[in-house]
């Protein structure tokens, strides 16, 4: 995807961490957050979602978020290739490194990455469902409008 791309909350959660994981490699994965994607009524975390090789984070550590909201920029690294690295880590896992991961794919709305759509009710879906964490068409340029640039 190109740089700039608008990243977005795959579900509501917190955000949990925002660093660079090799300072002064350009390389090495650009900034990253994690997102502590919760049950919204129990509090129960889920899962925690990986957004990595970002350009620019919009959101702040312990903010938190809602499925759809704008949380960075996509950017570049491992060698300038410019893409999004998602990832769903389990709660109490050791993190990417390791193999306590789950595969987004078993969490899809539907079976397949969508869209999030801002004019659709997601309440009756749940968190443990998400929504793809790249925003789309007419969604996209609007959350650059209000906070991207």
């Known amino acids: 995807m190109p740089k700039g791309t608008p990243i977005i909350a795959a579900a509501d959660g917190v955000v949990k961490k925002i660093k660079t994981p090799c300072p002064g490699e350009p390389y090495c994965g650009g900034l990253y957050l994690q997102i502590n ?41 491992n060698n300038g290739y410019a893409h999004l690295h998602f990832g769903l880590i389990q709660p109490g896992g050791r ?12 969490y899809w709305l539907n079976g397949k990455p969508q869209c999030y759509d801002p004019t659709k009710d997601y309440a009756e879906i749940g968190a443990n469902k998400l929504t793809h964490p790249v925003a789309c068409a ?12």
Not at 45 to 68: D, P, S, T, W
Not at 95 to 106: C, M, R, V
Request: aromatic share 4%; no cysteine.
């Open 37 to 77: 994607h919760v049950d919204g009524p129990s509090g129960k975390k889920l899962f925690i979602a990986l957004y990595a090789h970002l350009q620019k984070v919009l959101v702040n550590k312990h903010e938190a978020v809602k499925r759809g909201q704008l949380i960075g920029l996509s950017g570049s690294s």
């Open 95 to 106: 993190g990417i490194l390791h193999s306590e991961t789950y595969d987004p794919a078993d």
């Open 138 to 149: 007419g969604h996209a340029e609007t959350l650059l409008e209000k906070g991207g640039n």
